[in-house]
Nanobody
């Protein structure tokens, strides 16, 4: 059983930055491919960014150039640095890892971008 805990959400104005963190339990984090997803009210959960065990990254078109995913293996933590936030980035953000075809999710952290 893997547990994921996200922190760092909040209410911010458009244009500012925010950083999310996700701490993952266990001793195998370094071999996990990790992802950040988000779900806005009334919408499906969507992929935001991924980072492989080797550090390769991938981003949704909507956040490319504004968001950066990174990881710190000794800290069992994956980060999402979000810059130039827009109102359409408002959502609950979730950390994810898929192990043996099972998706594990954190509880989510709310990000609200509003003036």
């Amino acid at each position: 059983q893997v547990q994921l805990v996200e922190t760092g959400g909040g209410l911010v104005q458009p244009g500012v930055s925010l950083s999310l963190s996700c701490v993952v339990s266990g001793r195998m984090f370094r071999i996990y491919d990790m992802g950040w997803y988000r779900q806005a009210p009334g919408k499906r959960r969507e992929l935001v960014a991924t980072i492989t065990r080797s550090g390769s990254t991938n981003y949704a078109d909507s956040v490319e150039g504004r968001f950066t995913i990174s990881r710190d293996n000794p800290k069992n933590t994956v980060y999402l640095q979000m810059n130039s936030l827009k109102a359409e980035d408002t959502a609950v953000y979730y950390c994810n890892v898929r192990l043996a075809a099972i998706d594990y999710w954190g509880q989510g952290t709310q990000v609200t971008v509003s003036s």
